[in-house]
Antibody
Framework: EVQLVESGGGLVQPGGSLRLSCAAS????????MHWVRQAPGKGLVWVSR????????DYADSVKGRFTISRDNAKNTLYLQMNSLRVEDTAVYYC??????????WGQGTLVTVSS | DIQMTQSPSSLSASVGDRVAITCRASQSISNYLNWYQQKPGRAPKLLIYAAFSLQSGVPSRFSGSGSGTDFTLTISSLQPEDFVTYYCQQTYSTPFTFGGGTKVEIK
């Protein structure tokens, strides 16, 4: 069974940092492109970032570029999102997702990040 | 960036009704369009990929159509579990933008 389990969310002050992890199982992680998508409370879905299967090619939304870094450890079947200089508007549930054909996504259950003083 | 305009933002319907949700891209995206369903408090679930391909395990009452800039998700006969929120997403070019969502409510 395919599983994506996010962790690392929590409460952080503005300007702080947090690292999210996503443990993958049930599929060949090292062959899969991976994404992060977020959803602010009561709002819609917003694509955040993606990384290729090797970890060498990355893309970011403009709103997080220069502050967030996506990475992966294929030996540990784990995806990461390092989030620095966090802002109140980064408050959201963060989902990791596996890309399939046409970059369609299958999702983890999400982890909540709250940025507040 | 490609903008995705989804309409309506909400609709009211009854069990058994046929409903259609549309998504318009600000430029041609070929058929790089996916549809997701999201239940309250849950992660989104893939319904349709590549504009019209039904994801494995998804009921056949869901169908997708369109190409270029205009796309439609159709539910042929609404079931009680279908009264939730739907999103489109373009994956033609990054950032992979989503539509604003359509909440389907019981009339």
């Amino acid at each position: 069974e395919v599983q994506l389990v996010e962790s690392g969310g929590g409460l952080v002050q503005p300007g702080g940092s947090l690292r999210l992890s996503c443990a993958a199982s049930g599929f060949t992680f090292s062959s899969s492109w991976m994404h992060w998508v977020r959803q602010a409370p009561g709002k819609g879905l917003v694509w955040v970032s993606r990384v290729d299967s090797y970890g060498s090619s990355t893309d970011y939304a403009d709103s997080v570029k220069g502050r967030f870094t996506i990475s992966r450890d294929n030996a540990k079947n784990t995806l990461y999102l390092q989030m620095n200089s966090l802002r109140v508007e980064d408050t959201a549930v963060y989902y990791c997702a596996r890309a399939h054909l046409y970059s369609s996504l299958s999702w983890g259950q999400g982890t909540l990040v709250t940025v507040s003083s | 960036d490609i903008q995705m305009t989804q309409s309506p933002s909400s609709l009211s319907a009854s069990v058994g009704d046929r409903v259609a949700i549309t998504c318009r891209a600000s430029q041609s995206i070929s058929n790089y369009l996916n549809w997701y369903q999201q239940k309250p408090g849950r992660a989104p679930k893939l319904l349709i990929y590549a504009a019209f391909s039904l994801q494995s395990g998804v009921p056949s009452r869901f169908s997708g159509s369109g190409s270029g800039t205009d796309f439609t998700l159709t539910i042929s006969s609404l079931q009680p579990e279908d009264f939730v929120t739907y999103y489109c997403q373009q994956t033609y070019s990054t950032p992979f933008t989503f539509g604003g969502g359509t909440k389907v409510e019981i009339k």
